[in-house]
């Protein structure tokens, strides 16, 4: 188990992997990524992702990123193509605030245009939330997508989670929220489902 005393969270160790992705802490050799982000229409909408890119500022988007640790407020990582180590995205952990509680954290994730499509945002949130229930005091993980964000919908699903309702307005005027989560039990095979 995880320290979970205080309900903090640590980097898993040894790093979550599949084989195919592994989440990690953020490094230096990854500002590339941090800038392929940092173009895209709408990650750093959503995001502390820099705009305009350089690299002081990508190497501040890292500080923020292992902030969360040292603050207690989550845990933000790397997600990473474990057959080479290249960073292509984000998988974010974030505790709610009470009356909520720290047992209900938040994940939100992107993934670089070059690296979509191939299952490394389902992996990555699959990894994170198997492992977050079974080894942390979480006990809801909960995620917000707009309702028209196909691929972020069909990640949350393919991960276990379950829609909950739509939170009308919630995103921004006449922006619309669907809230997911995912609670134990996880079963044998180890996919909340
Ligand atoms: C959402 C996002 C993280 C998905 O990353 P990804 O690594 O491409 O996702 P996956 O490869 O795991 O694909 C997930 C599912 O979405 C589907 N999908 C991916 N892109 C799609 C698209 N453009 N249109 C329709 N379906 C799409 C995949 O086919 C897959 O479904 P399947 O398992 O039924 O085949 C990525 O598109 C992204 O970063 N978007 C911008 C930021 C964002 O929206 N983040 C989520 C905020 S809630």
Do not use: K
Request: hydrophobic share 40%; proline share 8%; aromatic share 6%.
């Amino acid at each position: 188990m995880q320290p979970v005393g205080d309900s903090r969270v640590e980097y898993p160790a040894p790093t979550l992997s599949d084989g195919i992705v592994r989440l990690r802490s953020w490094g230096l050799s990854d500002l590339e990524c941090i800038e392929e982000a940092s173009r895209d229409p709408v990650i750093p909408g959503g995001t502390s992702v820099p705009v305009p890119y350089s690299d002081a500022e990508g190497r501040a988007f890292i500080e923020r990123c292992r902030a969360h640790l040292t603050n207690g407020t989550g845990l933000a990582q790397a997600i990473t193509d474990a057959t080479c180590d290249r960073a292509v995205g984000q998988l974010v952990l974030l505790f709610r605030h009470p009356p909520a509680g720290r047992h209900v954290a938040g994940v939100g994730y992107w993934v670089i245009e070059s690296a979509r499509r191939r299952g490394f945002a389902t992996r990555a949130v699959r990894l994170l939330v198997n492992w977050a229930l079974q080894h942390t005091s979480i006990r809801r993980l909960e995620a917000l997508a707009e309702p028209e964000n196909v691929p972020s919908r069909r990640v949350l699903e393919a991960a276990g989670f379950q829609e909950e309702g739509v939170l009308r307005s919630y995103l921004g005027v006449d922006s619309d929220a669907v809230m997911y989560s995912v609670i134990p039990p996880i079963p044998a095979d180890g996919n909340p489902l």
